[in-house]
Nanobody, 127 residues
Framework: QLQLVESGGGLVQPGGSLRLSCAASGFTLDYYVIGWFRQAPGKEREGVSCISSNSGNTNYADSVKGRFTISRDNAETTVHLQMDNLKPEDTAVYYC????????????????????WGQGTQVTVSS
């Protein structure tokens, strides 16, 4: 079973940047859609971004458009979420998730279709 491990979270001041990574254990991510989700205390989990298996399609939540960028590395083992101009409202536990697909150019941030989830990494934006 695909196992995912997030890293890169931490404490950053407003306006700062962090780069989250999602690594697959024992698998390459060639045929997987990868999504990033977040959950703040007292709030529901929300989709942040996703990337299709061929990297040809990406989607972002309106709240992060223009500030966050999702990408895959060339070895197809890690997906990154570059987060710039961070705001206090970005504070949350961030999770990566994956589902396998033969449709290479589509991704969704519907959490119900994702089958594998990481353990999460805390991002705190505070001065």
């Amino acid at each position: 079973q695909l196992q995912l491990v997030e890293s890169g979270g931490g404490l950053v001041q407003p306006g700062g940047s962090l780069r989250l990574s999602c690594a697959a254990s024992g698998f390459t991510l060639d045929y997987y859609v990868i999504g990033w989700f977040r959950q703040a205390p007292g709030k529901e989990r929300e989709g942040v971004s996703c990337i299709s298996s061929n990297s040809g399609n990406t989607n972002y939540a309106d709240s992060v458009k223009g500030r966050f960028t999702i990408s895959r590395d060339n070895a197809e083992t890690t997906v990154h979420l570059q987060m710039d101009n961070l705001k206090p409202e970005d504070t949350a536990v961030y999770y990566c998730a994956a589902y396998s697909t033969i449709v290479q150019a589509v991704c969704t941030m519907n959490s119900r279709v994702f089958r594998s989830w990481g353990q999460g990494t805390q991002v705190t934006v505070s001065s």
